[in-house]
């Protein structure tokens, strides 16, 4: 009988499953054995059960103006402990290094001074906020939780694509996987050593609470949202709930003599942390724009007063912008001393003398990305854009060099996945998630693998209509024939979803447009 296996062709890129054709790396052998003798129409049947799961627990994205289902990939991503182990290492050195940056972009400026990142970076960087500067947090942490994007190149090695410390999203997908992919195979997870992932909301609430004001010994901790026009909201409702906080909306929070409160039936409530999701220059418009209505009016005050931490700081923008990026491997060395464990994806830097020629005369080559863009938006990859497309982006790198980076092409590593076609490769990345409260950076084993669903795609977002594997990391190598029950026992036992649960539809509102704009 035919598997689902047996047309599955590996592209010219370093295939996560299979080491070369017909032969599987270790970490896979317990799922590729169980996955082997099924259909594809087995797997579909799957794969929708999971979707319509999805749909009803509101576990969507916004697409193409509509609100779909976020595809998960039965196919799970596997990483053995020796590979997270060195990510963990690479990606704690560089929040390091990024906190280091951002305490000293908004205090001493030594790192300009010492000629190691240009002053005119940080002066001409859409996320430089003045009135950040001077802001010390309570424990020294900016970057409570990060989002350290990662890609393996042909040759199997790690790289960093870009850095997110901001407001990193994508945390609830890894959650929601996991608890799909554990209730269509409970008996597989029974047994297999794969790390779990539920520890993450008590992670983020320790390290909240560990950045605290001064003096405040049991803070009250917020999750602050744009509202649930905002295509993330899911995610803020979610941590929220697994936090044991409150969500609130800018219009629950109200500001006087730089303490913040929360609006409450009991009368109003001194509120200590906020781990706001609204971008900065909807946050507070008193000092950002000033015509947000999503923001809290004088929360900027607060924070400065040390009344009230923000998390992630605000202004931290400044480091995962594109441009920056290209120095982290600098400021690494400059503020650790030591070299970088991750190394960054070759780039150039169309701003500095010669450095535009050079890109220009090679743009079909090159992936071009503008250095604030997010969720994909603005890439042009050289080898595959027409004419036309190579032509605008050339207008437009000339007109303004500092708003772009340009890249080698990584060709991404592959993984087989559940296509309309069968089983099939289709590239993926890595997003580790990153939880700092001063004295540690933790990471949620695994993180998210984002998959470009699309043939030859290398755009994985899922804005541009990519999904997610579930991600495991296991503590030791399984081969074939070591106990315990496997996907294939527990389709064949009748595991199923547990019923659905019904939600109400979203609707859009006044603020819908500022909410769609941010993030």
């Known amino acids: 009988m035919a598997d689902v296996f047996d047309s599955y062709t590996m592209a010219d890129a370093w295939d996560e499953m299979f080491e070369r054709p017909g032969v599987v790396r270790a970490p896979y052998e317990p799922v590729f054995a169980a996955l082997q003798p099924l259909d594809a129409a087995e797997l579909s049947f799957r794969a929708e059960q999971m979707a319509r799961s999805f749909t009803d627990r509101g576990v969507t994205?916004?697409?193409?103006g509509e609100e779909r289902p976020f595809p998960l990939d039965l196919v799970p991503r596997i990483l053995d402990a020796m590979e997270w182990d060195a990510i963990t290492r690479g990606v704690r050195q560089r929040i390091q290094a990024l906190e280091a940056y951002l305490s000293d972009a908004y205090g001493r400026c030594q790192v300009f001074e010492d000629g190691v990142v240009p002053y005119r970076l940080?002066?001409?960087?859409?996320?430089?906020?003045?009135?950040?500067?001077?802001?010390?947090?309570p424990n020294g942490v900016r970057v409570h939780i990060a989002g350290i994007d990662l890609v393996r190149?042909?040759?199997?090695?790690?790289?960093?694509?870009?850095?997110?410390?901001?407001?990193p999203s994508g945390v609830s997908y890894v959650i929601e996987n996991r608890r799909a992919m554990t209730r269509?195979?409970?008996?597989?997870?029974?047994?297999?050593?794969?790390?779990?992932?539920?520890e993450y909301p008590q992670r983020l609430l320790a390290s909240l609470r560990a950045g605290a004001p001064e003096g405040v010994h049991d803070p009250t901790v917020v999750v602050l949202s744009p509202g649930v026009h905002n295509a993330a909201y899911f995610e803020h409702a979610l941590l929220a709930r697994l936090m044991g906080v409150q969500l609130v909306e800018g219009r629950d929070l109200v500001c006087s003599g730089n303490r913040v409160r929360m609006r409450t039936t009991r009368g109003e409530v001194p509120v200590h942390v906020?781990?706001?999701?609204?971008?900065?220059?909807?946050?507070?418009?008193?000092?950002?724009?000033?015509?947000?209505?999503?923001g809290c009016p004088g929360i900027m005050s607060a924070a400065r007063a040390g009344r009230v931490t923000l998390?992630?700081?605000?202004?931290?923008?400044?480091?995962?912008?594109?441009?920056?990026?290209?120095?982290?491997?600098?400021?690494?060395?400059y503020y650790l001393g030591e070299e970088p464990l991750l190394p960054n994806v070759e780039s150039y830097r169309p701003e500095e003398p010669g450095q535009l020629e050079a890109v220009l005369d090679q743009l079909d080559k090159l992936v071009i990305k503008p250095v604030d863009g997010a969720g994909g938006a603005g890439i042009v990859i050289g080898p595959r854009a027409d004419r036309a497309t190579l032509d605008a982006v050339r207008e437009r790198l000339i007109a303004n060099p500092r708003g772009w980076i340009a890249q080698r092409p990584v060709m991404l590593s592959t993984s087989p996945t559940l296509t309309e076609g069968g089983v099939a490769p289709r590239h993926i990345d890595l997003r580790p998630f990153a939880v700092n409260d001063g004295s540690d950076i933790w990471l949620l084993p695994g993180g998210l693998t984002r998959v470009a669903l699309g043939e030859g795609n290398l755009v994985v977002n899922s804005s541009q209509g990519g999904g997610s594997?579930?991600?495991w990391v296991v503590p030791r190598h399984r081969t074939r024939g070591e106990g315990g029950p496997s996907i294939l026992s527990a389709i064949a036992a009748g595991e199923t979803l547990p019923p659905a649960r019904g939600v109400a539809p979203r609707q859009l509102g006044p603020a819908a447009e500022q909410q769609g704009d941010q993030q």
């Open 122 to 137: 940080l002066h001409s960087s859409p996320h430089y906020h003045r009135a950040a500067n001077g802001v010390e947090p």
């Open 469 to 471: 594997k579930d991600t």
């Open 153 to 167: 190149d042909v040759d199997g090695g790690f790289r960093v694509l870009e850095d997110n410390v901001r407001i």
């Open 274 to 294: 906020v781990y706001r999701r609204v971008d900065d220059d909807f946050l507070d418009p008193l000092h950002f724009r000033p015509d947000s209505v999503i």
């Open 184 to 198: 269509v195979f409970p008996s597989l997870f029974a047994e297999a050593p794969v790390r779990p992932v539920d």
């Open 61 to 64: 994205y916004a697409h193409a």
């Open 311 to 333: 998390a992630n700081a605000v202004g931290n923008g400044i480091a995962d912008d594109k441009l920056l990026y290209t120095y982290v491997p600098d400021l690494i060395r």
